[in-house]
């Protein structure tokens, strides 16, 4: 790997940290885009929804599965190949994006940029696991986490400019200079890899052809259990949630595909990934821990709007209420999402000193209070108050993603950094997914349920009322999840070393 003494390392987090910036400011900003990429690609609603999903999923999907595979690449061809590699790909996806002009190669065009910028997230992690001391270490991973975040706030508020000022293709297009200024400064800044130190086999193929069929089977499967909710576009629990048949087979494909790779990975000289990774005590905490980050984080993304599209939306007029709606939604989530970001830079910094226990149990704490008190919302909430039970469970989560990378990163040794900062990374949309897909279907029954009260003539003056219970019962689930992580991470222990690969 890379010799510290050879790098400047905070100017070497600056470069990572702005590539992982771009990358997840392209995860978001397609939110605020999509309705104009809707009008533009004529694609009829309602029937098309289902499609005009694709372009928002296709991205998700694909910068899941692409995770384990760059970080695993970055293993064994060096970290600056594969970071320069990344955006370099994801420059061309974005000309791809901006050249579209129907909606399949639209689609087709954000999987090649969803890549290079899925890529991006565990080589920038690992390579701060190369340039950075172990005591040093949680709090650039915390800086990093604060800058990921921070992409996640920008992108809708970039999309809307785009928009609103100019055309969504130019928020495509001016990727590619920038993507073209990290490419050189990665060649300047970043080390090659130094072939003396570690000699390694070729990619495991089968491998990796096992694992994307897994995730990608996997991923569907809950794109489809969760409805429409997955496109941002309708938070709607009148709809008729996904029948078993129609989901099952990506679940029982995914899994006998999964169940073929870990066989596989077992056997082979050079796995994607060392299945004793998990063996470890520090490593297998962290991913559950992220597991249950991700599907509480993604109750808030989406439940927080939904409460205020169902609950508190008000105007005169279809369009008023929509814009309403969104304004709101978009000003209290800043309250967790600023948090968030603020607060994982704190916890890199409580992380180099105490350790990762004690921020980690602290941050599941704080997130299962903010929830706890959201649950408590109803149609009198106010937004000052909504803002600052988020601005809690915002604190919470920023206060865990820097001790459960470094966890991570610490816990095996240099040659496997990438690929396990890509997995606790998919632990964490996973979750996400799940958490997404679980909302969806406890508020579809939910719904069902309590609607049957009564009458339908009269079912419309109580939708807010229903809307408020459903939201109180899943941000109760999320605290009450958040709690229950917490014995996870009192297990977790600092001075664990990776032994068991050596």
């Not at 694992?211 to 996997?218: F, G, N, P, V």
């Not at 607060?343 to 990762?356: D, E, F, K, M, N």
């Not at 999320?478 to 664990?496: C, D, K, N, Q």
Request: glycine share 10%; charged share 10%; with cysteine.
């Amino acid at each position: 790997m890379t010799n510290k003494s050879d790098q400047h390392p905070y100017l070497v987090l600056a470069l990572v940290s702005f590539g992982v910036f771009i990358a997840a400011d392209d995860l978001t900003v397609i939110s605020t885009m999509l309705p104009q990429m809707i009008f533009d690609f004529e694609i009829p609603l309602p029937a098309g929804l289902d499609d005009a999903s694709w372009i928002v999923s296709a991205y998700l999907i694909t910068h899941v599965v692409a995770m384990p595979l760059m970080g695993r690449i970055s293993d064994l061809y060096g970290r600056r190949t594969v970071f320069i590699g990344c955006m370099a790909v994801f420059a061309i996806g974005s000309l791809m994006v901006a050249q579209a002009t129907t909606l399949n190669f639209l689609i087709f065009s954000r999987v090649i940029q969803a890549i290079g910028g899925g890529g991006v997230v565990p080589v920038a992690m690992a390579v701060v696991g190369d340039v950075f001391a172990e005591e040093r270490r949680a709090f650039a991973l915390g800086i990093l986490g604060a800058v990921d975040t921070l992409g996640w706030i920008i992108g809708p508020l970039y999309g809307a400019f785009w928009v609103n000022y100019f055309t969504w293709q130019w928020q495509f297009y001016i990727n590619i200079p920038i993507s073209l200024l990290t490419i050189l400064a990665g060649w300047v800044l970043l080390k090659p890899r130094d072939h003396t130190k570690h000699e390694s086999g070729g990619l495991d193929w089968l491998g990796a052809i096992l694992l994307s069929l897994a995730l990608t089977l996997l991923n569907i499967g809950l794109a489809k259990s969760g409805g429409q909710a997955a496109t941002g576009v309708n938070f709607d629990f009148s709809a008729p949630i996904p029948t078993w048949q129609q989901v099952l087979p990506y679940f029982v494909g995914g899994g006998l595909a999964l169940l073929i790779f870990v066989i596989v990975e077992r056997r082979v000289k050079n796995p994607i990934i060392e299945i004793g990774m998990f063996a470890i005590p520090n490593f297998t905490l962290a991913c559950i821990i992220n597991f249950v980050v991700g599907f509480v984080l993604m109750i808030a993304m989406v439940g927080v709007p939904l409460f205020v599209n169902g609950v508190l939306a008000v105007g005169t007029t279809m369009e008023e209420f929509i814009k309403t709606a969104a304004m709101n939604s978009g000003q209290i989530l800043s309250a967790l999402t600023g948090a968030m970001a603020v607060l994982s830079i704190v916890g890199g910094w409580l992380c180099a000193r105490t350790g990762y226990r004690l921020p980690t149990i602290a941050g599941l704490f704080l997130m299962g209070v903010g929830f706890y008190l959201m649950n408590d919302w109803s149609t009198e909430a106010t937004y000052m108050v909504m803002g600052f039970h988020l601005m809690i469970a915002g604190m919470g989560f920023g206060l865990v993603i820097a001790p459960v990378g470094t966890a991570v990163i610490n816990a095996v040794r240099a040659e496997l950094r990438g690929v396990a900062s890509g997995l606790v990374v998919i632990f964490r949309l996973m979750g996400m997914s799940v958490g997404l897909s679980s909302l969806t279907a406890w508020g579809l029954h939910r719904f069902d349920v309590l609607s049957q009260a009564y009458e339908l003539i009269e079912l419309g003056r109580h939708i807010s009322g229903i809307t408020a219970q459903i939201m109180n019962e899943i941000f109760l689930g999320a605290a009450l999840l958040s709690f229950i992580a917490i014995i996870f991470a009192i297990w977790l222990r600092t001075t664990e070393k990776m032994t068991i690969l050596e």
